[in-house]
């Protein structure tokens, strides 16, 4: 119950809005017109459930409402069960090697919360009895390095890092074979945040990957994209260039508690075919939560 009500009150913002428009539209129309499917799909991208998802949701109200009528209308439930079928069989855990060390790969734009997701990240790994290492490969942002290392000693987790402006591939090779050497459990690379336009920077994010492969065969074994919810369809796109760029194999969606776009997250998972594996949704280090699919659509439709 507990799980519930976090979530519940990190999207407390979106539900409102939606619950709060579907049923206007509903009330103030006793017939499904034109005018009605053209709000409700205003509706339902307002919070980010994406193109598809709401085309999908529409298609079944509408096919509702010709055979069962006015009793069909019930575009709430409709939703609610479109929803279900998209995220089903959704899997939220981390990737773990079967022995060994498993390499994990931070990356986003700038801005998203990537450092902290990465602390937040250690931190949940110790609270299942397992060891983390840190490397900070943000080699270029300010004071970057010196975040993750507070982080690290607060959470009592090493960092491994090199001087501002090191070659970050070199810093995460090093920080291999640190962990590997202290038989650590995983590895969490914080990677500097680049726009996803930007080649050049992308393909220096491919060279850190190439580096871990070559010094840990099959390395990063996870590529955690970070995005931040409020930033919705933007975060789409992102998504896509990074999955294109980068092999991204899950998705880590921030700042969800400040935002009425949380159907972000069924626009990813849909659109995508994209695994969420974690939500954050507050700034306490316990703040970052496995993504639960039916949790998530439980506090997302109930009134």
């Not at 790969?105 to 990465?118: C, D, L, M, R």
């Not at 840990?216 to 990074?242: M, N, W």
Request: glycine letters at 8%; one cysteine or more.
């Amino acid at each position: 119950m507990e799980l519930l009500r976090t979530f519940q009150a990190g999207l407390h913002k979106t539900q409102a809005k939606l619950f709060h428009e579907i049923k206007r539209i509903v009330t103030l129309s006793p017939k499904l017109t034109a005018s009605t499917l053209e709000e409700l799909e205003t509706a339902l991208l307002g919070a980010d459930l994406g193109m598809t998802m709401t085309q999908q949701i529409l298609a079944e109200v509408k096919k509702a409402y010709e055979t069962q009528g006015r009793s069909g209308n019930d575009s709430f439930e409709i939703a609610r069960r479109e929803v279900e079928k998209s995220l089903a069989g959704s899997q939220s855990s981390l990737h773990r090697q079967s022995s060994g060390l498993t390499a994990v790969s931070i990356v986003g734009v700038n801005g998203t919360g990537k450092t902290t997701t990465a602390a937040k990240l250690a931190s949940w790994i110790q609270g299942r009895g397992q060891t983390a290492l840190l490397a900070a490969c943000d080699t270029f942002r300010a004071a970057a390095i010196e975040q993750l290392k507070l982080w690290g000693q607060k959470l009592n987790v090493p960092v491994i890092a090199g001087a501002y402006h090191a070659d970050p591939a070199a810093v995460a090779h090093d920080a291999i074979a640190a962990a590997q050497s202290r038989g650590a459990d995983y590895l969490l690379v914080d990677t500097a945040g680049r726009l996803h336009t930007k080649n050049n920077l992308m393909q220096e994010l491919q060279k850190v990957h190439r580096v871990m492969d070559k010094k840990l065969s099959g390395a990063p074994h996870e590529t955690l994209l970070v995005l931040d919810a409020t930033t919705g369809q933007t975060g789409l796109q992102q998504a896509r260039k990074f999955t294109e760029t980068s092999g991204v194999t899950g998705i880590v969606l921030t700042k969800l508690d400040g935002t009425a776009k949380g159907g972000v997250v069924i626009a990813i998972a849909r659109e995508l075919n994209l695994p969420i594996r974690y939500v954050g949704i507050g700034e306490k280090v316990d703040d970052l939560l496995p993504f639960e699919p039916e949790r998530f659509i439980e506090s997302l439709f109930e009134p």
